[in-house]
């Protein structure tokens, strides 16, 4: 999530005010109780509290969460799979590439190490 919001730059503040490596909208930072969202340890233990929160609302679909986190819940509450905003698709699909390339690669790490284990 950080490298897709941020791409680990600690600071950056987008167009529409959402901050740090997270990208933590105002109001949900202070929902969340980040005092400063530019602070490594705080926006990131806002922004994994906030995931969880997502993926309890959503009842862990991934493609919902993404969305949610990207749009904002209402809207995806509302509307579900439904919602089709270009920016978000684009988004959800973005994640999902990054999350399956990520899986991949600690599958052939892992396999590699085992096999030099042996």
């Not at 901050?19 to 933590?24: N, S, V």
């Not at 909208?25 to 929902?31: F, H, I, L, V």
């Not at 679909?61 to 799979?81: F, I, N, Q, S, T």
Request: a positive charge; glycine letters at 6%; one cysteine or more.
């Amino acid at each position: 999530m950080v490298e897709q919001e941020s791409a680990w730059r600690r600071c950056p503040v987008s167009s529409k005010g959402a901050a740090g490596l997270m990208q933590l909208m105002p109001d949900t930072a202070t929902k969340l109780g980040v005092r400063d969202r530019c602070d490594p340890q705080q926006n990131i233990s806002g922004g994994v509290r906030h995931l969880a929160y997502l993926m309890a609302k959503f009842h862990s679909d991934l493609r919902l969460v993404a969305a949610a986190y990207y749009a904002g819940e209402r809207v995806v509450e509302a509307k579900g799979l439904r919602y089709s905003n270009p920016d978000v698709v684009a988004y959800v699909t973005r994640l999902r590439e990054r999350f399956e390339r990520q899986k991949q690669f600690q599958s052939a790490k892992l396999a590699s190490s085992l096999g030099r284990t042996r």
